[in-house]
C-alpha cells in the first residue's frame, strides 16, 4: 500500500500544511525538448498547477482506477458464481476476489498509495498521519466510492440479460424481497443470501449488530496485515525498499477473510465495493433490497469497516510494533 513504490512527482505530505504555494517543474532529472509534444503539454501543466496538485491528482487517479478493478472483478465473480454456478465452490470466489485485489494494487501502486478501500484510507489518516495527511481522506474516499459505482455498471451492462433471464426463471420479480439474491451481485447481505440454511429464517443466524461486529472483526484484521505487510521493519516481506510481494500477500488475506466470513456477511470489508454497487442497484430496479436492504442493513457494511480499519491499524501500529521495537533494543543492548 503506502510507499510500495514510489509513486512520481512524490510530494511531502507536510507540503500541504505550508501557506506559500508554489509552481515546481515536473520533470527534474532530464531538460525537455522543445519540439516535443509532450514537454510543450508538461509545460503547460507547470504554469497552471502545482507539483503537490498534480501529484493528488495522480493519487486520486490511481485510487479511481484500482477501486474500479477491484469492483469489477469481485462483483463479476459474483455474478458468475450466483447466475451460472460457475465457482464450484467458496473458495473459488475467495481467490479470485484476492487476487483482483492483489492485481488492483500492482496495477496503481507505482503513482498510488493503492488504498481502494475507504477503511484503510481511515487508518493511515488516523494512525499514519504523518506520511499519509488526513487532509486527503474525503477526496481519497469520494473517488473511491465513484471507482465502485461505475464498476458495478459494467459488470451490469456485461451481464444484464443474464440477470434478467436468472429472474424470469426463477420467479424473481426485481425489487422485490426474493430479489437479494441478485442483489447480492452488486452489494453483500446479511446472512448469505446464496445459502438456503439462511434463507427461511434469516432473523435467527446474524443480527444487523453481529453482522457489523463481523464486518469490523474482518477489516481490523484486513488493516492489521496490510500495516505489518508495509512496515519498513518488517524485513520477512522484503526490504523497507523494495516490498514487491504484498500485493500478493494483501491479495491473499482477503481470501482467507471471505472463506471465514462470507457465509454470514458476504465479507464485504470495503464501503466503497459495497456503497458504489449498492448504490447502483438502486438505481438499475432493486429499490429498496438494495438501500437501505432488508432490516434496513445496509449501514452496516460502512459503518463495520469503518470501525475496524482504524482499530486494526492501532492495534498493529501502538501496541504491535512498539513491541518489536523494543525487543530488538533489548537483544542489541545485549549483546
Known amino acids: 500500500m503506502t510507499a510500495l513504490l514510489e509513486p512520481p512527482f512524490k510530494a511531502k505530505d507536510d507540503d500541504l500544511d505550508t501557506e506559500k ?9 532530464h531538460a525537455p525538448i522543445e519540439d516535443d509534444p509532450d514537454s510543450k503539454c508538461l509545460k503547460c501543466l507547470e504554469r497552471v498547477f502545482t507539483k503537490k496538485i498534480l501529484q493528488l491528482f ?17 462483483t463479476t465473480v459474483v455474478a458468475t458464481d450466483v447466475l ?10 475467495a481467490f479470485i476476489s484476492g487476487m483482483g485485489v492483489g492485481l488492483s494494487i500492482y496495477s496503481t501502486a507505482y ?3 493503492s488504498h481502494l478501500n475507504p477503511a484503510v484510507t481511515m487508518a493511515f489518516g488516523i494512525v499514519r498521519w504523518r506520511v499519509f495527511s488526513w487532509k486527503k481522506i474525503i477526496p481519497y ?18 451481464y ?4 434478467a433471464l436468472f429472474e424470469s426463471k426463477n420467479g424473481i420479480v426485481r425489487g422485490e424481497n426474493a430479489s437479494v439474491l441478485t442483489a447480492s451481485i452488486f452489494g453483500t447481505y446479511f446472512p448469505n443470501p446464496s445459502y438456503k440454511l439462511y434463507q427461511n429464517r434469516p432473523n435467527d443466524a446474524v443480527s444487523p449488530f453481529k453482522a457489523m461486529v463481523i464486518e469490523a472483526w474482518g477489516t481490523a484484521l484486513l488493516v492489521f496485515m496490510i500495516f505489518s505487510f508495509s512496515d519498513p521493519s518488517n524485513s520477512s516481506v522484503g526490504s523497507s525498499k523494495s516490498k514487491v510481494a504484498v500485493p500478493v500477500l494483501i491479495g491473499l488475506t482477503v481470501s482467507v477473510i471471505i472463506s471465514l466470513y462470507a457465509p454470514l456477511t458476504q465479507a464485504g470489508l470495503n464501503p466503497a465495493r459495497d456503497f458504489g454497487p449498492r448504490l447502483f442497484a438502486t438505481m438499475a430496479g432493486w429499490g429498496r433490497v438494495a438501500i437501505p436492504g432488508p432490516r434496513n442493513g445496509s449501514w452496516v457494511y460502512i459503518v463495520g469497516p469503518i470501525i ?17 521495537k523494543r525487543k530488538n533494543v533489548v537483544e542489541i543492548v545485549a549483546q
Not at 485510487?63 to 477491484?70: C, D, Q, S
Not at 451460472?84 to 470466489?93: C, H, I, P, Q
Not at 444484464?160 to 440477470?163: F, G, L, N, P, V
Not at 475496524?308 to 518489536?324: F, Q, S
Open 141 to 158: 474516499i469520494l473517488i473511491q466510492f465513484l471507482g465502485g459505482f461505475l464498476a458495478a455498471a459494467m459488470t451490469y451492462a456485461m
Open 84 to 93: 451460472l454456478g460457475a465457482e464450484v465452490s467458496l473458495w473459488n470466489v
Open 58 to 74: 495522480a493519487e486520486l487517479s490511481g485510487e479511481f482506477i484500482g477501486t474500479f478493478l477491484l469492483t469489477l472483478i469481485i
Open 21 to 29: 504555494d508554489e509552481t515546481l517543474p515536473i520533470t527534474s532529472s
Open 308 to 324: 475496524g480499519g482504524p482499530l486494526g491499524g492501532i492495534l498493529y501500529d501502538w501496541v504491535v510494533a512498539r513491541m518489536a
Open 111 to 113: 503513482f498510488s498509495n
Open 160 to 163: 444484464w440479460d443474464s440477470i
